[in-house]
């Protein structure tokens, strides 16, 4: 059964300071990985996306990167912001059935920076 | 996420009523998603449609839902005789569909329909 595994579940860090989320995957056959950034009640926005071949891809101060060999990737968030308060979703991409290409979602770290 | 419109933002539905979520793509996609996503839960996939097709819909219960791309107009996905379980948020993402030679397929997410049932 594909599966994604995000830590820490929640996270609170000061502002300015840096801090890396986790993301395990069990998805197979692997196609791309991606970050999302899920404001409160709005809709996910993508961060990152990455395929097998690579293994960072920055974004202004987020980096991600990905290790296919243990299924991990992180995300690294540098100088952290007030407005970097919202959950952060790992999504795994398998390759489905015609060609589809069929996500998994893990549940998100949630992620508080105070002032 | 530009681009994506989703319609209503929230709706409040009985039990037993039908609702109907609309999804309108970023133009010049031809590609959907639905997910559905609980409090305090991950977004689960539900259906994955291409115009006029239902591409893979395993993560949509068999009985009462149903979605739909038609040629011309958003995607429908429409939930019949609605219980309290049912209450959640509902997310459309479009996508270009596969680009040539690239193995992925970036999804630009809606602001969602969050359905409470009463």
């Known amino acids: 059964k594909n599966q994604v595994e995000q830590s820490p579940q929640s996270l609170i860090i ?4 840096n ?3 986790q993301c ?8 791309n990985l991606r970050w999302y950034k899920q404001d409160t009640g709005r809709g996910p926005v993508s961060l990152t996306i990455m395929t097998f071949s690579e293994n960072t891809k920055s974004n202004g101060r987020y980096t991600a990167t990905l290790d296919a060999d243990t299924k991990q990737s992180s995300l690294h968030i540098t100088a952290s912001q007030l407005s970097d308060s919202a959950s952060y979703i790992c999504v795994v991409s398998a390759i489905g059935s015609g060609g589809s290409y069929i996500p998994t979602f893990g549940r998100g770290t949630s992620l508080i920076v105070h002032p | ?14 039990r037993g009523q039908e609702a109907r979520l609309r999804c309108s793509p970023v133009k010049g996609h031809s590609h959907v998603y639905w997910y559905r996503q609980l409090p305090e839960e991950g977004l689960k996939f539900m259906v994955y449609l291409q115009k006029e097709n239902i591409i893979d819909e395993s993560g949509m219960p068999k009985e009462r839902f149903s979605a739909e791309f038609p040629k011309e ?4 996905l429409r939930i019949q005789q609605v219980v309290r379980g049912d209450s959640a948020a509902y997310f459309c993402a479009s996508s270009p569909g ?3 030679g690239l193995f992925y397929n970036e999804q630009f997410f809606g602001p969602g329909t969050r359905l409470t049932v009463l």
């Open chain 1, 14 to 17: 000061l502002e300015g300071k």
């Open chain 2, 1 to 14: 996420n530009a681009g994506v419109m989703q319609n209503p933002r929230h709706l409040v539905r009985r």
């Open chain 2, 73 to 76: 107009g958003p995607s429908i």
């Open chain 1, 19 to 21: 801090c890396t989320l």
């Open chain 1, 24 to 31: 395990n995957y069990t998805v197979s056959p692997f196609s």
């Open chain 2, 98 to 100: 596969l680009k040539a």
